[in-house]
């Protein structure tokens, strides 16, 4: 059990080093001269107006909501599916409440209108 | 000699990891050893082998688009195009546009090969060709390709460009959207494996999956085409619209990390849906052969058969991409909440229910043709409403919206389509669109040009 944990820490701890060493690599090589009209913030060839980081459309936001519903939902359901094999009919249908629950949340969400695209 | 044709045998049957037990003795040292090598030419395999991926993707969609494709660099089949560009993006500068939040933008194209590299640790390429046989395997995937999510993110805020930022935006809806059908319909192979290990999960496939749950293996190929951000969902860096959407302001290697990550993340994909669905490395038994020295020979086979069907779906990647044009974004999102996540809810529901029923001991083709039974009848079920729902929007269209559907599809639906058609012939026929007091459901009234 633990060994296996062993090859994904190697990994996590090697795998750096391959993106990292062609970007190095690119600043060794490439030429480096900054000026300020090169390092201008790319738009179609105008100036940029104003900030970045302004408000944004609040539709995204009320899909990450829906999306923790089912995200945590997902984290429940792996198990059951693993132990399958071992439960009975009563507990499988346990189950499928929950699945249930979880389709209500989506249909109360959608009769509200949150999955319309304004 | 004995030796270097042991060590030639161990490299060929795929089997080095015993050579080195079998000549130097094993224990943790050498264990850890073995994994860092390991570690070391998986890694190495992904990274050279996207410069391949690049080169068939471009010669595949050239040829669909009825162009050449690359034929310069490398001989008449431009097989070093890619090279060539990787060395150029080498030599090319770095840039940092000015006011950039220096640590997310650049963790972003490192984060992005992280996650798209460690994914290939739990992918069985034959049998003991496997970076670990993690128990949880598919979960493990699922945690780690979500990451890629909050890179879009970083790069999308840390590039201080309103293009990137609208396409981090859609990205990340896009991709998080997707993932709740992928994890569902991952489900299904998990219910019919009962264990979360990929190993297993092969194991498990005497007869693929893709013959138990079809449909669960067109929805996970859905979303993995929304995941990966390809065509027809790859609104997320629609040339026309946003440029180039997260990944505007990379330049050189740093953007070159982003197009690796990518390319990876189709072949893993791909490879995915091999493990899953299409019984893996299995060849008939013959990926065991173990040939008479003791040397697994059999792994080969196993290898080529796996690469073999990856390459296939890999082509099929490339052949939607040549195929669909783009979707807008309210239809994707409207078809994944009201149309996938749905539809795997009661895939999931019948899957669960259904394997429960049959009864112990049923041989594998009986309990294969039930599944099988029941994802066709959904399919037909769901193809059935889909076509009465289309024929109804379609009269209500056509009778000028007196009773509009309340889902999302029915919204641009007339605005085409609609009673344009009927109004200037002046037949005389009641028309209720454009007076503005009609119930129409909220929706903007349809005003109709009379000419």
Request: proline letters at 6%.
């Amino acid at each position: 059990m633990l060994s296996d944990w062993q090859y994904i820490g190697i990994f996590v701890a090697l795998s750096p080093i391959f993106p990292l060493a062609p970007v190095v690599l690119n600043r060794l090589l490439g030429p480096h001269r900054p000026n300020p009209v090169k390092q201008q913030t790319y738009e179609c060839g105008i100036e940029t107006v104003g900030d970045t980081w302004i408000q944004f459309k609040v539709q995204y936001y009320i899909y990450a909501l829906v999306f923790v519903i089912f995200d945590i939902e997902a984290v429940f359901l792996f198990p059951i599916a693993v132990a399958y094999g071992q439960l009975d009919l009563f507990a499988i249908g346990a189950a499928v409440l929950f699945i249930f629950l979880l389709a209500d949340g989506l249909i109360y969400a959608w009769s509200r209108g949150v999955l319309e695209w304004v | 000699m004995n030796n270097i044709l042991d060590l030639l045998w161990s490299l060929l049957s795929l089997s080095f990891g015993d050579y080195l037990r079998r000549t130097f003795g094993s224990g943790p040292g050498m264990e850890l050893f073995i994994d860092i090598l390991s570690v070391v030419a998986l890694s190495t395999f992904c990274l050279l082998i996207v410069i391949f991926l690049i080169w068939l993707e471009r010669k595949l969609i050239a040829r669909m688009q009825d162009r050449i494709g690359p034929n310069r660099v490398g001989g008449r089949y431009g097989l070093l195009q890619t090279v060539a560009d990787v060395l150029k993006l080498l030599s090319k500068e770095v840039i940092n546009p000015a006011g950039v939040d220096w640590v997310p933008f650049n963790l972003a194209p490192l984060l992005t090969v992280i996650a798209a590299l460690l994914v290939w640790a739990v992918i069985p390429f034959a049998p003991g060709v496997i970076g670990v046989d993690l128990n949880i395997g598919v979960f493990y995937i699922m945690a780690i390709s979500s990451l890629s999510v909050v890179v879009l993110l970083l790069a999308g805020w840390g590039s201080n460009n309103k293009y990137a930022l609208l396409g981090a935006f859609r990205a990340v809806a896009q991709m998080v959207s997707y993932e709740v059908p992928m994890l569902l319909a991952l489900l299904v192979p998990v219910i019919l494996a009962r264990t979360m290990s990929t190993k297993g999960i092969i194991d498990a496939q005497a007869i693929p999956f893709l013959l138990y749950a079809p449909l669960s293996a067109l929805i996970f190929y859905i979303s993995a085409l929304a995941e990966t951000g390809r065509t027809p969902f790859d609104l997320l860096e629609a040339e026309s619209e946003i440029v180039a959407g997260f990944h505007i302001e990379y330049s050189g290697m740093k953007f070159g990390m982003f197009f690796l990550a990518e390319f990876l993340g189709y072949l893993f994909m791909s490879a995915l849906f091999v493990t899953l669905y299409l019984g893996g490395y299995r060849f008939f038994g013959l990926e065991n052969w173990v040939s008479a020295g003791g040397y697994p020979f059999g792994r080969l086979f196993g290898l080529i058969f796996f690469f073999t069907k990856t390459f296939i779906l890999y082509f099929v990647f490339v052949w939607v991409r040549g195929t669909l044009p783009r979707i807008r974004v309210d239809q994707l999102l409207d078809y994944n909440w009201k149309f996938l996540v749905p539809l795997s809810l009661v895939l999931i529901f019948l899957v669960a229910i259904v394997d429960k029923l049959i009864p112990e001991g049923t041989g594998q083709f009986m309990r294969m043709a039930i599944h099988l039974a029941v994802n066709l009848g959904l399919g037909f079920a769901t193809l059935e409403a889909l076509r009465r729902y289309g024929q109804r929007n379609k009269t209500t269209a056509n009778s000028g919206a007196a009773s509009p559907p309340s889902a999302g599809h029915g919204d641009h639906a007339p605005a085409g389509h609609g009673p344009a058609g009927h109004v200037p012939s002046g037949h005389g026929e009641p028309v209720q669109t454009d007076h503005g007091d009609m119930p129409l459901g909220g929706r903007e009234p349809i005003t109709v040009p009379i000419h």
